[in-house]
């Protein structure tokens, strides 16, 4: 088993920015892939960006690429999500996901564990 504890959301005005953070703890975190979702309300989980297990590769869903920046550290059990340029529709909750297989896959399905999300609100 892995647990996994977002943390970071919170209310910022459009623009702003955030960094969120995912704890990990359990069973080695190293090989797992990891991903970040969102979930605003009414609406599916949907995928915003995810990172290989030795942190190489990186994939993102278009309406994030070049606003948002996803890392990992290993050594800290522990995966970023640094959110820039803010806007209203990145309101969501947002969860961080370990998939032991797929790579930096967009596909929730694919993830084995999920943490249980961090709010982020973003005002206009």
């Known amino acids: 088993q892995v647990q996994l504890v977002e943390s970071g959301g919170g209310l910022v005005q459009a623009g702003g920015s955030l960094r969120l953070s995912c704890a990990a703890s359990?069973?080695?975190?190293?090989?797992?892939?990891m991903g970040w979702f969102r979930q605003a309300p009414g609406e599916e989980r949907k995928f915003v960006a995810a990172i290989s297990w030795g942190g190489g590769t990186a994939n993102y869903a278009d309406s994030v690429k070049g606003r948002f920046t996803i890392s990992r550290d290993n050594a800290k059990n522990t995966v970023y999500l640094q959110m820039n340029s803010l806007k209203p529709e990145d309101t969501a909750v947002y969860y961080c996901a370990a998939a032991k297989y797929g790579g930096n896959t967009p596909l929730a399905g694919r993830y084995d564990y999920w943490g249980q999300g961090t709010q982020v609100t973003v005002s206009s």
């Open positions: 359990g069973r080695s975190f190293s090989p797992y892939n």
